[in-house]
């Protein structure tokens, strides 16, 4: 079974997520460790998303700015986004260059 294609629309799917900023921060959800995962099935592709709180305001903007993203992607014909908050987003998620430019040690 060739997985090449597949492969290929999930690092674009990755890529994609990388231009999704959030706006209070300034830093792409990818860095800030909001992605929990990216499944590409065909044509479709599904992106868990979670925010830094449960009561975050910014949910449904992140969401639908991904979604924007991953619909640019040619091959896919399908994203959805599901919005999950377990396990619970902890700073210990970001990556370094997150850490360093918002100065957490």
Do not use: F, H
Request: glycine letters at 6%; aromatic letters at 4%; charged letters at 25%.
């Amino acid at each position: 079974m060739d997985t090449a294609p597949t492969d290929d629309l999930e690092r674009a799917a990755w890529r994609a997520l990388d231009q999704v900023i959030d706006p209070e921060l300034g830093l792409p959800v990818t860095d800030l460790g909001l992605v929990y995962g990216v499944d590409v099935d065909g044509s479709s592709v599904t992106v868990d998303l979670t925010t830094t709180t449960p009561v975050c305001p910014l949910g449904s903007y992140l969401t639908q700015m991904a979604e924007t993203k991953l619909m640019e992607i040619p091959g896919i014909e399908r994203a959805s986004i599901r919005l999950v908050t377990e396990p619970p987003w902890s700073p210990e998620m970001m990556s370094d260059r997150a850490r360093q430019v918002l100065r957490i040690p």
